[in-house]
């Protein structure tokens, strides 16, 4: 599976930014779809996590500011984010795995990342 991950920009806080990730090579509805960000000198974090079925996951620190959602039909995850502030600043990742889990290392396949930075 291919993922390619899109939208990332400068915005300021407040403001916000729609990420998608466009997947190809496999059958996407198998897949949980994930999204995860970097920080310079941070460990990669889970952000949000969206099942086949639609069941969602969120992290406690985007609760309420972001939204994941998929189309099966179209292959692609997309990450809403709202009420941004520069915390969220990041290199956001999307990710696919078959199991149910929300731990990076057990995600099988990554996209390139896309850059958020949000200034105060």
């Not at 939208?7 to 995860?36: K, N």
Request: include cysteine.
């Amino acid at each position: 599976v291919q993922l390619q991950a899109s939208g990332g920009g400068l915005v300021r806080t407040g403001d916000s930014l729609r990420l998608s990730c466009a997947a190809s090579g496999g059958t996407f509805s198998h897949y949980i779809m994930g999204w995860f960000r970097q920080a310079p000198g941070k460990e990669r974090e889970f952000v949000a996590a969206i099942t086949w079925s639609g069941g969602r996951t969120l992290a406690d620190s985007v609760k309420g500011r972001f939204t994941i959602s998929r189309d099966n039909a179209k292959n692609t995850v997309t990450l809403e984010m709202g009420s941004l502030k520069p915390e969220d600043s990041a290199v956001y990742y999307c990710a696919a795995t078959v199991r149910y889990t929300y731990v990076a290392r057990e995600f099988d396949y990554w996209g390139q990342g896309t850059q958020v930075t949000v200034s105060s």
